[in-house]
T-cell receptor
Framework: QKEVEQNSGPLSVPEGAIASLNCTYS??????FFWYRQYSGKSPELIMS????GDKEDGRFTAQLNKASQYVSLLIRDSQPSDSATYLC????????FGTGTRLQVFP | ETGVTQTPRHLVMGMTNKKSLKCEQH?????MYWYKQSAKKPLELMFV???????ENNSVPSRFSPECPNSSHLFLHLHTLQPEDSALYLC?????????????FGQGTRLTVV
């Protein structure tokens, strides 16, 4: 079992819709969880961090964490074409472990 | 400069060459990382330095040799690489010990081995 799993996509959503990105992790000792956005050819950029169960909102982004289910998600409201990128889930278990990323495509 | 800076941004090298990648962080962090990103593969953690001491080495071939002279600088020395080593090499930094620590990345070095 992979330590951090994501659907590679692509996930295609129309402009203005909600994009839902999901991630599962295997180590129950994981303490902190991050979402990074990576545009093609660029380095990952941190967009959200979450440490406790529940929701955390920042602008159009909402991160959701459920430690019992070992599940973390990212919702992007009012998706824009500029949100088209690969979204990487990362879990901190003594060091950061990344998933393969989900490619999001937002079409006009 | 601010953040994490990597040089060079692009590098093409032959299999018999020796080159070095450089990373410098201006965030006051005390841990630095090398990641490798190959096409359609997750980010692979290569090395971790915490307080200038190597704390993790993930079975990386010896043709990759890291060096961390101080908490702000990290190098990756390359020699006799193979074409499959072509990838994006990313440096990151964070603050330890802190289980909630976030990592910030440099722009990466796109390496092509010919």
């Amino acid at each position: 079992q992979k330590e951090v799993e994501q659907n590679s996509g692509p996930l295609s959503v129309p402009e203005g819709a909600i994009a839902s990105l999901n991630c599962t992790y295997s180590d129950r000792g994981s303490q902190s969880f991050f979402w990074y956005r990576q545009y093609s050819g660029k380095s990952p950029e941190l967009i959200m961090s979450i440490y406790s169960n529940g929701d955390k909102e920042d602008g159009r982004f909402t991160a959701q964490l459920n430690k019992a289910s070992q599940y973390v998600s990212l919702l992007i409201r009012d998706s824009q074409p500029s949100d088209s990128a690969t979204y990487l889930c990362a879990v901190n278990v003594r060091r950061l472990i990344f998933g393969t990323g989900t490619r999001l495509q937002v079409f006009p | 400069e601010t953040g994490v800076t990597q040089t060079p941004r692009h590098l093409v090298m032959g299999m018999t060459n020796k080159k070095s990648l450089k990373c410098e962080q201006h965030l006051g962090h005390n841990a630095m990382y090398w990641y490798k990103q190959s096409a359609k593969k997750p980010l692979e953690l290569m090395f971790v330095y915490s307080l200038e001491e190597r704390v993790e080495n993930n079975s990386v071939p010896s043709r990759f040799s890291p060096e961390c002279p101080n908490s702000s600088h990290l190098f990756l020395h390359l020699h006799t690489l193979q074409p499959e080593d072509s990838a994006l090499y990313l440096c990151a930094s964070s603050q330890v010990p802190d289980r909630y620590t976030e990592a910030f990345f440099g722009q990466g070095t796109r390496l092509t081995v010919v």
